[in-house]
């Protein structure tokens, strides 16, 4: 009766820390999938360890791997180069800052929200899976 009870008692420990390693597993997050998200004045072509941004007259890396939390919610780190119109000349570089991408997702629709450098200014951004950015580029 006592290896009885006592195998009865491992039987339930075992499967409490399963669960318990599935729930915090599951809260960790989930990789976003690889895909486009477009809205006006911005288009992501997100990859699979890394994503791509497009601006009106910037663009921008985030590094990877693109996570969600539980509730469709992310902060991820990454560049962004502003753009100007007419040529490019020689000598000059591109003026990459490091940027943070902030958000949600909740179903098709991405909130995101731009954060560049140390500055307290943002940027709002909507966009929907699968559609096309609309962008008006610098010229």
Known sequence: MYLQRRSSVLLVIGLLLVGFMVSAGSQKGKRLAAGLWGGPHV???????????????????IDGPLVVDSEGKFEWRGTFTPER???VRQGDS????????????????MTLQLKIGDSDDTENFTLEKDKPGKLVKCK
């Open 43 to 61: 288009f992501i072509d997100v990859g699979s360890q890394s994503a791509k941004v497009e601006y009106d007259c910037a663009h921008g890396v």
């Open 85 to 87: 119109g007419g040529p």
């Open 94 to 109: 591109a003026r990459e800052q490091p940027a943070t991408y902030s958000g949600e997702i909740n179903g098709s629709t």
